[in-house]
């Protein structure tokens, strides 16, 4: 996507998943043109303040579930705050109003996602699971879990297609 944007005449300044920097000569190159080329690649200009916000949470959450090194000592709540500097109320009502799902919902179902795949790589204990994940016992993740998917974990393990949720969700 990068050549397709110089040849029209747009400096990609920085590129990384959900955030794009572009640089170009507005007197040239119309924002239209730009949007379709976007749009013509599947993806989406975000312009609105709240859904960019909704995006930047979305993409955090899954960078914390997902590709961190998961600290079970932090809370979600606080590490929100901490990288947004917004209230978590201000963070979970603009969430809610735009993906029609709670902010602690969406962290649950992406913890969920985490503890299947670690299931699935079955490297770990559930003991080790629930403590990596935060969870303060194997039976609230298990609760949890059976509440999430309808599954209990033996009964998910047993499964020969396991179900997986990308991690958009």
Same mark, same amino acid.
């Given at each position: 996507?990068?050549?397709?944007?110089?040849?029209?005449?747009?400096?990609?300044?920085?590129?990384?998943?959900?955030?794009?920097?572009?640089?170009?000569?507005?007197?040239?190159?119309?924002?239209?043109?730009?949007?379709?080329?976007?749009?013509?690649?599947?993806?989406?200009?975000?312009?609105?303040?709240?859904?960019?916000?909704?995006?930047?949470?979305?993409?955090?959450?899954?960078?914390?579930?997902?590709?961190?090194?998961?600290?079970?000592?932090?809370?979600?709540?606080?590490?929100?705050?901490?990288?947004?500097?917004? &209230?978590? !109320?201000? @963070? +979970? $009502?603009? =969430?809610?109003?735009?993906?029609?799902?709670?902010?602690?919902? /969406?962290?649950? *179902?992406?913890?969920?996602?985490?503890?299947?795949?670690?299931?699935?790589?079955?490297?770990?204990?559930?003991?080790?699971?629930?403590?990596?994940?935060?969870?303060? &016992?194997? !039976?609230? @993740? +298990? $609760?949890? =879990?059976?509440?999430?998917?309808?599954?209990?974990?033996?009964? /998910?393990?047993? *499964?020969?297609?396991?179900?997986?949720?990308?991690?958009?969700?």
């Amino acid at each position: 996507m990068k050549l397709e944007f110089e040849r029209i005449g747009v400096e990609v300044v920085k590129a990384k998943l959900g955030d794009m920097c572009l640089s170009y000569e507005p007197a040239v190159i119309q924002l239209s043109t730009i949007e379709e080329l976007f749009l013509s690649n599947g993806f989406e200009i975000i312009v609105d303040k709240d859904t960019a916000l909704v995006e930047e949470i979305k993409h955090t959450v899954v960078e914390l579930v997902h590709h961190s090194t998961f600290n079970a000592m932090i809370r979600n709540s606080d590490f929100l705050v901490s990288r947004f500097d917004k &209230s978590y !109320q201000h @963070l +979970s $009502t603009v =969430f809610s109003k735009h993906e029609n799902i709670t902010l602690e919902k /969406y962290i649950i *179902l992406q913890r969920i996602e985490k503890v299947k795949e670690l299931i699935q790589l079955d490297e770990q204990s559930l003991s080790e699971i629930a403590f990596m994940m935060g969870y303060s &016992s194997v !039976q609230y @993740l +298990s $609760t949890q =879990f059976k509440q999430i998917t309808g599954y209990s974990v033996t009964e /998910y393990k047993a *499964l020969p297609d396991k179900e997986r949720i990308g991690v958009g969700i």
